[in-house]
Structure formats: C-alpha cells, structure tokens
C-alpha cells in the first residue's frame, strides 16, 4: 500500500473516532466515468451497462456513482454528438498515465481514476469497482438546492493529511434519462438511451489544512430536463485518483 493510501486510511480513522464511532455509509462511493459517443458503433452496450450499474448497483459494498462524459472526437464522422464537449475530450486525456498518451479509445471507463479499462466489458468493469471498494475513501458530505437557475452546493470536507498532493473538489451536473435518435455516422439508424450524462463538469475548491465547508454553484442551462443530479468528487491534482465521492438526486 502506498504511503499516501495509508496516511489516508490513518486520517479517515481518526475523523470517524473523534465524530464518536463510525457514520460511514454502508456501500462505498465509487466514481465510474464512461468515456463515450453516440458517434461510436462500441459505445452502446457501453451506455447500457453504465446504466444497469446505475439501477442494479451489482457489486457489494460499492455505491457506484456514475459519471458519463461523451467526447467530441468522432463528431466530424459524420455525427455531433450534443452532449460532447472538448473539455471531457481533455479530462479522458489526463488519464493518460494510466494507459499511455496513445491508447484513449472509446468506449472506456476509468474507475476511481485508478484503472481504465474497456467500457463494454461486465466483468472487467466490476472487478475494478469490487477492487476500489477495498481501498481508502474520504468521507464527503453533499446537500444541493436549486434556486432558479443555479444550483448551490454545500460540501463538508475533512482536511488535507500533511504532506499529501494537491487535492481538488470538483462538481458535475448530470442528467438521467435521455434519449437521441441517431441519423448518421456509426449508429445511424439507432435509437441511443443514456444515463448520468455530464451536463457540465467543474473545479470548486480543493482541501485545505483544516476540515472546512465548502459552498459553491453550478449553472442550469435551458433544455436540461427534471431528472438531475449533483456529483461531487476529490481528486488528487497529479495522480488523478479519487479520494471520495457523494451523489445527490436534485428536484427543479
């Protein structure tokens, strides 16, 4: 075990014995990001398992919180996708360390930002969220609102163990639900369903020496539907890897 998982897990023992026992929840929050495209004839079973680990929830001990990010690079194959964006093109990109700057395909899911590994394979998926279960995770605590149309975020963060790496708090948008009739490139012809589609992604703040809780605010853009969510995550600035993460269903 590295020595940052361990001062990690030291710290996380600590801050459960001075709250007076531990009030962890009894699943693990793992972030699963499924990097995508309606423009990629491989995604769809991709889409359709983000989703049954969304509704099933399969692997004991992990809450899985899904994160999907639809990249823009097969826009110009002949189908833009809507819900790409070059800033989840460049977030897939920072995973590089794991798999090489030259192996980033989709589908491809990274869990926890530790292991990225093919997007349509059950088992594959599984055994890395079963395997990040077992490691270290921060409590983070989230409550979200919706005032007009801007969502407001309380987050309680623990502190930054001494000499750890940077780690930031980031925040997502997502949206269940949705559906695209595709009329060309790979799927055309196709009726594509998604889940937890990254309606926007964002740097809220970071942990600093002393447990603190952080506000913030993400915008709601017209055309968005009812069935959002809010995602909050800490993620160690040159690592990647994710120290805890919290899922909260929004009500518009």
């Known amino acids: 075990m590295s020595a940052m998982r361990i001062l990690l897990g030291a710290a996380l023992m600590v801050t459960l014995a001075a709250r007076g026992g531990p009030d962890q929840p009894s699943r693990v929050p793992v972030l699963v990001e499924l990097y995508t495209s309606e423009g990629c004839s491989s995604c ?7 989703e049954s680990l969304q509704r099933e929830q399969p692997v004991d001990g992990a809450e899985v ?25 460049a977030r897939q990109r920072s995973y590089s360390r794991l798999v090489g700057a030259d192996s980033l395909y989709t589908p491809q899911i990274v869990v926890d930002g530790e292991e990225a590994i093919p997007g349509n394979d059950p088992a594959l998926v599984r055994h890395a969220i079963d395997a990040a279960v077992r ?64 309606r926007r992604v964002q740097v809220v703040g ?11 605010q993400l915008q709601i853009e017209r055309g968005w539907g009812a069935n959002l969510k809010v995602v909050a995550w800490l993620q160690g600035a040159k690592s990647r890897q994710i120290y805890g993460a919290a899922l909260t269903p929004l009500t518009k």
Do not use: C, M
């Open 135 to 198: 490691r270290p995770h921060w409590p983070v605590r989230l409550a979200a609102s919706v005032v007009g149309d801007k969502v407001r975020l309380t987050i309680d963060l623990p502190a930054l163990p001494p000499n750890a790496e940077r780690i930031q708090l980031l925040a997502a948008i997502t949206e269940d639900g949705l559906t695209s009739v595709v009329n060309r490139g790979e799927n055309q012809g196709r009726t594509l369903h998604h889940v937890a589609v990254a």
């Open 206 to 216: 970071a942990l600093a020496s002393k447990p603190a809780a952080v506000q913030s």
């Open 44 to 50: 769809p079973p991709a889409d359709a398992l983000l």
């Open 65 to 89: 919180v899904p994160l999907g990010l639809h990249v823009d690079y097969f826009n110009q194959d002949g189908w833009t996708d809507a819900f790409s964006s070059a800033a989840f093109t």
